[in-house]
């Protein structure tokens, strides 16, 4: 219950109860911007209310305050230029600190032997299959028909990897729907993808495009599919 309080106090203090204007001012002004210390103060409110206000979590409140002073004052100095990088390693930041004083606090257990079981582990290697293996077979199936596809396509703009990513996010909804055998979902999401593609389909010059796209798409599906099946097998 603790840590699902704190939690919830973290999303409001950081997402809910802060304004864009507050993220610029601090942005532009950083240690000496006021709206840091504001944030940080609301942080401390929301973390007493967690707490209940007992004062024997004081301290606590105190020190995870002053913690995510530090974080986010460390994030406004940018040491790393990917924002998006900046913005995820902020947030594990802070989720780490929670996590400890759920652990101090003995509303929180961690067990290595809990986490690292023959399931999870067999989870961790479909996911791998499904993302970065899948994405790198797939690549190499399709490089005899690059040349042809760069042809056809070049005049289209497209964002970088977004196809990429795009197989990925369908490979994990198929694998999901698998493993909670919704197999009527696989079929909403492929007529979905199918109707966004329509536009793609009927404005290529070449029929060549449309044979890459379905044979990709299939591909992608298939995959997701096998593995879906054989890690339900495996996980029974």
Known sequence: MLVLK????HVLGDFVLQSSKWVKDKEKKKFASKYLYIHTAIHALLLLIAFGFQTKYLWTVILISISHLLIDGIKLLKPIKNTRVLFFADQIAHLIVIGLVALQWGNLKFDVK???TEQNLLLVFALLLLTSVTSIVLKVIFSVWHKEIEEVSKED??????????????????????????????????AAKSVFRFGDLTKAKDRKLTEYILVGTLLSFGIAIVIGIVYQYLSV
């Open 157 to 190: 703009s497209s964002l970088k990897n977004a196809g990429k990513y795009i197989g990925i996010l369908e490979r994990l909804f198929v694998f999901t729907f698998v493993v909670l055998n919704q197999w009527q979902a696989i079929g909403f999401l492929l």
């Open 114 to 116: 809990t986490i690292i």
């Open 6 to 9: 704190l939690l919830i106090a």
